[in-house]
């Protein structure tokens, strides 16, 4: 059975940082491609990130571009979202994500709350 | 950016019968290949969103096939046949034909 697990969700202060995880399992993860979406409450899907099989190629949406880094261990079939300069509408439920022809898994989610 | 309008916002349809989604993008996510790079996800309350849809019109292992998906270049349907209770849902189309990725505004559909 194909599973994304996640963590690493919580409250932070405006300007801080967080690191989210995503811990995949039952599938190849090395040769899949990941991504990381959010939804900020009542709000629709937002595509935030997506990172190649090795890791070498990376992309992001503008509204995060250089305050946000993806990565992945594929040793440790993991993927990541250094997420750096929060702000207030940066809070949203962070879910990763794999597939390139439509996600086809998805992580349960995780909050973030950027909050003062 | 690639822009996707689906229409309606909300669609209320009474127990068996059809409901009809629209999606249209602001450029044509028509591949050379003659495959159209578009997925429909299904998102219950409360859960991840469910993909139902790829390239426009292959349904994920899986889904129901009262769901059906249809439409090219930058014009496309999510067809819903013989609703059931448990299609209340928000509805999202999403292009994966170039970067960023983007996701239509989203269609609630409600049991009239």
């Known amino acids: 059975e194909v599973q994304l697990l996640q963590s690493g969700g919580g409250l932070v202060q405006p300007g801080g940082s967080l690191r989210l995880s995503c811990v995949a399992s039952?599938?190849?993860?090395?040769?899949?491609?990941v991504n990381w979406v959010r939804q900020a409450p009542g709000r629709g899907l937002e595509w935030l990130s997506g990172?190649?099989?090795?890791?070498?190629?990376?992309f992001y949406v503008d509204s995060v571009k250089g305050r946000f880094t993806i990565s992945r261990d594929n040793a440790k079939n993991t993927l990541y979202l250094q997420m750096d300069s929060l702000r207030v509408d940066d809070t949203a439920i962070y879910y990763c994500?794999?597939?390139?022809?439509?996600?086809?898994?998805w992580g349960q989610g995780a909050l973030v709350t950027v909050a003062s | 950016d690639i822009v996707m309008t689906q229409s309606p916002d909300s669609l209320a349809v009474s127990l068996g019968e059809r409901a009809t989604i629209h999606c249209k993008s602001s450029q044509s996510v028509l591949f050379t290949s003659g495959k159209n790079s578009l997925a429909w996800y299904q998102q219950r309350p409360g859960q991840p969103p469910k993909l139902l849809i790829y390239w426009a019109s292959t349904r994920e292992s899986g889904v129901p096939d009262r769901f059906s998906g249809s439409g090219s270049g930058t014009d496309f349907t999510l067809t819903i046949n013989t609703l059931q209770a448990e299609d209340v849902a928000v509805y999202y189309c999403?292009?994966?034909?170039?970067?960023?990725?983007?996701f239509g505004q989203g269609t609630k559909m409600e049991i009239k």
């Open positions: 990172i190649t099989e090795s890791g070498d190629s990376t």
């Open positions: 994500a794999n597939g390139t022809t439509g996600f086809d898994h």
């Open positions: 999403q292009q994966y034909y170039s970067t960023p990725l983007t």
């Open positions: 039952g599938f190849t993860f090395g040769k899949s491609v």
